[in-house]
């Protein structure tokens, strides 16, 4: 699969991202390149030029590409009829949709849906990383609670940054993680509960105000592959890992595994970021502290 990145040098076709992110979420048959155009005041023969230099596809391959993650995601956690799936991802038959989800994952949608533990999952993700093994220790963390889309959260790191310096911590020295509780089936570039974290010395005891606290991450196993893009996609790559964890027979599909964490190699700009490098962990197996 082709890696999710974008020039650092066209904020145009950055502005892009969102909209086919919210067009992938409603299920619409089409993209409009001329209202994508529109949204990224540019032409719709330079759009379509520039994203497929910069992306390696054209917009309408992309599109489908993060239309079919999403329906593997649904057939393995969701209740939907296969059909409704299929009309979702913009497909109007049942063997349409067959036919491209075969090319795209070699396997059949109802094996997926029926029998996830005897089905191949492809070990590389949106971010063009394997899927590998993964633990984190348990830490005790300084937290901000934040609502808001997933890349919306600067603010939020802003806010935990100026609390921590007050109280004589220096976040930029110390890997930050992010906590995600919200199911992107339903939230995919809506508002979504976050809480994003600094880990602290057992020394540190601040009292709590305005949704930050002090909390502890638990000890956990599960997977975790390397996301590289813009941050708006980084729930695609989740649940590229939870279909990973179904097939692997990791985790029962009564309900997805969450939440999810992320973690960054040091503390996040406080500018929102074009594409981020981050870790993404899925945690089947978090014993609780």
Known sequence: ????????????????????????????????????????????????????????????????????????????????????????????????????????????????????????????GAAGTDIRPAAIPQRRVAFYSHLGPIDSANTAWERLRGWLTTQGHCPARSKALGVSYDDPDFFIGARTRHDICVPVSDRFDPQARDGMGVQVVPASTGLAMRHVGPPELIPFTYMHLAVSAATKGMQRTERPPLPYYLEFSSFPSAHPERQVAVDVYLMPHARRA
């Open 1 to 124: 699969m082709k890696i999710d990145t974008l020039s650092s040098h066209d904020e145009r076709l950055r502005r892009a991202i969102p909209h086919i992110v919210a067009q992938v979420r409603d299920g619409e048959a089409a993209v409009s390149l001329e209202e994508l155009a529109m949204a990224t005041n540019t032409s719709p023969d330079y759009l379509r030029r520039v994203f497929r230099h910069q992306v390696g596809e054209p917009i309408h391959r992309y599109v489908r590409r993060l239309r079919l993650s999403l329906a593997a995601y649904r057939l393995v956690y969701g209740d939907r009829t296969i059909i409704d799936i299929a009309v979702s991802a913009g497909y109007n038959s049942h063997a349409a949709f067959t036919r491209a989800f075969r090319s795209a994952y070699g396997i059949c949608p109802t094996d997926l849906r029926t029998n996830p533990q005897n089905t191949t999952w492809n070990t590389a």
